[in-house]
């Protein structure tokens, strides 16, 4: 048999091993000398090494019962920086020991470490699952500007936690041992490796340092990723059956998970949010433990096909009762949310045995086999955590209702905003604009005198009721503003609280300055320069008027003229002159203004619509496209939210 072996990385820890071999030379080379005297000499199995040096544990020593063995995972030295950094390397004394004790008497052949790292084929993710890591990097490079680093903390750590993994060998599964004070997680390591590593005993806590175990070479970086040094690296029991069921474990034993030492607790996050797999070990007392399922199981329920749950020391149950524990367990496990991988279904795994005796520990490493010979845990777990990473955005990207601006929401900011500027109020002036022209143009003189008169007259002080320019000016913002409220409300109605907020602030920033803007742009477009134009049958209307007045002027001054008896007596012509004058100037007048309507209203109603389209382009440059591109925004990061949870369509 052989015996187990140090395991630990030359490349992977050199300055480590240099600073403890520097400490081990500077621990007195008087007490060496009392420590090689007892290890070397005085102890069974163990003798001084060439050129009578000994090593403390992780030295490697020449004795009859052991040959402590220092192999290269993957770390490319050579046997001669394999020799030197194995004299200043150093391991836990008492576990050496023990393990030494274990193999005492038997002949061990010396194996030839062969000095080529082994090629590490890297981890390869499948195409939906690289879609989905796409999916979920875009979706945080554009949703940086809008949510703050907290709520984007954890999909940050899945991608770079997947790209570091990526890296990593793929023929290796990495499976962590987990479980409260007491419940023989070390029992349980132990039982897997075929020999005793990690310490066990009734000292609580025991394990104070995560211990890492390997049954094939090539998987230092996936220990140096998860913070194990050399010192703490073991090989299990070597034998062949062991090699071809688990080749390619690498299996980490960790501090307790409710230790008093918040170091140990530490240890237990952090390596746990690393590794491929975890079994958590539960004893009949604990099984039931709130921590343990609120703080570790339910988070983790998504992660069912990377659990195993083992129910140890049912050796201490008497008769059915472990079957009564064992199906209590199921039942948390259920409430929990973790599915069951029963009848062949995916799920968490859920195993009763026991380490002290060995029952049940066979079926844990025929499973663990099956398990690690698929090599599909490393893309489970980080497909795992996407999938919870997603549930934890689900708050800020979906919506349970269609989002964005309605075109009858467009219509009715343009409506506001013209209102805001007086579009209809311009157009009717405009209109009376071209009426008056034509009433200058084609009314009688003695009309135009009087109503001349009249404007005159109106316009004198205290006759009508003239608003200031402050009022108009106040009247107008307050209409900017209820229009820019009542198009963000429904803008940002129904999207989640970050992007109705960023909805908001881009309409804010666009609403400033939009009433000065629109008051320009009033002055601008809705006060036509010079007269309004002619239609063609203006200087036909002109030429009767003047005709209209001239009978007038003609019929009146013969009149005249036969009263001073300048003419001869004869009222009939000028008399019917005047009447043709007096009649047909009105007529003429009467006639313009029938004509003049369908142009007129026409005129006011190009004006109004030139106003109503300024305004609509102003609030728009200023209003809505800032709002329109935060609503493409979010629905962008929609869709890519909706390739991170795997839908394949728009979430919400």
Same mark, same amino acid.
């Given at each position: ?74 770390? =490319? ?50 195409? &939906? ?49 987990? =479980? ?15 020999? %005793? ?154 195993? %009763? ?30 497909? %795992? ?20 601006? &309605? ?16 579009a209809t109020a311009a157009g009717e002036a405009a209109e009376r604009a071209w009426l008056r022209n034509a009433n200058r143009a084609c009314g009688t003189p003695w009309l135009r005198l009087w109503r001349w008169c009249q404007d005159r007259y109106d316009l004198m002080p205290g006759r009508l ?40 602030e881009a309409a804010v920033r666009g609403a400033q300055g939009l009433p000065e803007e629109l008051d320009e742009l009033a002055a601008r477009v809705g006060s036509p320069a010079g007269r309004p134009p002619r239609p063609g049958w203006w200087p036909a209307a002109v030429l009767a008027q003047a ?80 709002? %329109? ?20 369509? &728009?979430?919400?």
């Amino acid at each position: 048999m052989t015996a187990v072996t140090d395991h630990w990385d030359h490349s992977d820890h050199t300055g480590d091993n240099e600073g403890r071999g520097e400490r081990g030379r500077h621990e007195g080379r008087g007490e060496r000398e009392g420590r090689e005297g007892r290890e070397g000499r005085g102890e069974p199995g163990g003798h001084q090494g060439p050129g009578g040096r000994e090593g403390r544990g992780g030295r490697r020593g020449r004795g009859d019962g052991e040959h402590a063995r220092v192999e290269d995972d993957g770390g =490319g030295a050579d046997d001669a920086s394999a020799d030197a950094d194995s004299e200043t390397a150093w391991d836990d004394g008492l576990i050496a020991r023990r393990v030494s004790e274990t193999a005492e008497g038997q002949a061990v052949p010396e194996k030839v470490v062969d000095t080529k790292p082994p090629a590490v084929t890297p981890l390869a993710y499948d195409g &939906s699952l690289r879609s989905r890591l796409d999916a979920l990097r875009e979706l945080v490079g554009l949703s940086r500007t809008r949510l703050d680093s907290k709520t984007l903390a954890e999909a940050g750590r899945v991608l770079d936690e997947a790209a570091a993994r990526r890296r990593l060998s793929g023929q290796h599964t990495v499976v962590a041992i987990a =479980g409260a004070t007491g419940s023989g997680k070390s029992q349980l390591f132990n039982a897997l490796a075929g020999v %005793a590593i990690s310490e066990t005993g009734v000292r609580r806590p025991t394990t104070a340092a995560p211990i890492a175990c390997s049954w094939s070479d090539g998987a230092a970086s996936l220990i140096d990723r998860i913070g194990i040094p050399g010192r703490l690296r073991r090989r299990p029991l070597q034998s062949p059956e062991a090699e071809a069921q688990l080749g390619g474990l690498v299996l980490i034993d960790l501090p307790d998970h409710d230790s008093a030492a918040v170091q140990h607790r530490e240890h237990v996050d952090r390596i746990l949010a690393l590794v491929d797999a975890v079994i958590w070990v539960v004893d009949p007392e604990k099984y039931a433990d709130a921590v343990l399922h609120e703080r570790y199981l339910r988070p983790m329920a998504g992660h069912a096909e990377v659990i195993f749950v083992v129910l140890n020391q049912v050796d201490r149950l008497p008769g059915e009762a472990a079957d009564q524990v064992l199906d209590d367990l199921r039942r948390l496990l259920d409430e929990d949310g973790i599915a069951l991988g029963e009848y062949g279904e995916p799920g968490a795994s859920v195993l %009763a045995l026991s380490a002290l005796t060995g029952d049940g520990v066979g079926e844990l490493r025929e499973a663990l086999g099956h398990f690690v010979a698929r090599r599909a845990a490393a893309t489970r777990r980080i497909s %795992a955590d996407l999938d919870a990473a997603a549930a934890r955005l689900w708050p800020v990207y979906a919506t349970e209702r269609r989002t964005g601006l &309605s075109e009858e929401a467009r219509e009715e900011f343009a409506d506001r905003l013209a209102d805001a500027v007086g579009a209809t109020a311009a157009g009717e002036a405009a209109e009376r604009a071209w009426l008056r022209n034509a009433n200058r143009a084609c009314g009688t003189p003695w009309l135009r005198l009087w109503r001349w008169c009249q404007d005159r007259y109106d316009l004198m002080p205290g006759r009508l009721p003239v608003r200031t320019q402050a009022d108009e000016e106040a009247t107008a913002r307050q209409r900017v503003e209820q229009a820019v409220r009542t198009v963000v409300e429904q803008a940002a109605g129904g999207l989640p609280t970050p992007w109705a907020q960023a909805v908001r602030e881009a309409a804010v920033r666009g609403a400033q300055g939009l009433p000065e803007e629109l008051d320009e742009l009033a002055a601008r477009v809705g006060s036509p320069a010079g007269r309004p134009p002619r239609p063609g049958w203006w200087p036909a209307a002109v030429l009767a008027q003047a005709s209209m007045t001239i009978f007038q002027v003609i019929g009146g001054l013969w009149l005249l003229g036969q009263i001073i008896g300048f003419m001869s007596p004869n009222l009939g012509v000028p008399v019917l002159l005047m009447a043709i004058g007096i009649v047909g100037g009105p007529c003429v007048e009467w006639a313009c203004k029938l004509a003049a309507r369908g142009p007129a209203r026409r005129y006011g109603q190009e004006a109004e619509q030139r106003l109503r389209e300024a305004a609509a382009s102003c609030g728009r440059a200023n209003v809505l496209d800032p709002v %329109a591109a935060e609503l493409l925004r979010y629905q962008e990061v929609r869709e890519q939210y909706a390739r991170v949870t795997g839908v394949g369509a &728009s979430v919400g």
